[in-house]
């Protein structure tokens, strides 16, 4: 075992009613689990010792090791900006940068959900700071991550059904906009000044 699931730093039932626990031991428990897996499996089959961000970015092995290693990144990633006591607003530099980039931050959530809900399929919404500094909002298909665009990923927004289906079924403009109750801006802010 190369790579194991990360701990969550909360109870399965903590986002509720956000997120219940059962949605929480699918997406973490299974979901997630099979991503490392998948990977643990490929990187023994390609005789691999190196980290996530290489295989992502050399695509090493195989296209099937290349999205698994991308989703175990993406799922880290995304539940560690969950919690159920969250900073709920950003502070200092990163307010800044949000206010720069979109004119206050409304008008960014309102920028993130628009573009969230028109995602065809699955992926995943990102705001990243690009290599200029600046913040961008993008949408990516599947596994895909901004990090191959050079881009610094500092939050992002999984659309896959099995992120939501469970408690939202086909309402997916609700879990967009509940997601906001339990991310975490303490997170976000530690990204950005990383
Ligand atoms: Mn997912």
């Not at 307010?95 to 004119?103: D, Q």
């Amino acid at each position: 075992m190369i790579f194991e699931l990360p701990i969550l730093k909360f109870e399965h039932d903590a986002l509720e009613p956000y997120i219940s626990a059962r949605s929480i031991e699918l997406h973490y428990g299974k979901v997630f689990r099979f991503y490392v897996n998948n990977v643990n499996r490929l990187m023994d089959e390609f005789k691999l010792t190196t980290g996530l961000l290489s295989i992502i970015k050399n695509r090493l092995g195989c296209p099937a090791l290349y999205y698994n290693a991308s989703e175990v990144w993406n799922h880290e990633f995304y539940f560690e900006q969950l919690s159920p006591s969250p900073k709920t607003m950003p502070e200092g530099n990163l307010l800044l940068e949000i206010n720069r980039a979109f004119g206050s931050i409304d008008e960014f959530k309102n920028e993130f959900d628009r573009i969230s809900i028109s995602i065809f399929g699955s992926g995943y919404t990102w705001l990243s700071q690009q290599e200029d500094g600046t913040l961008i909002i993008t949408q990516e298909a599947n596994a895909k991550n901004p990090i191959i665009r050079n881009c610094k990923p500092l939050l992002s927004c999984d659309l896959w059904e099995h992120a939501y289906f469970v408690d939202y079924q086909c309402r997916r403009a609700d879990y967009i906009a509940n997601l906001w109750n339990i991310i975490d801006w303490d997170v976000i802010e530690r990204r950005f000044d990383n």
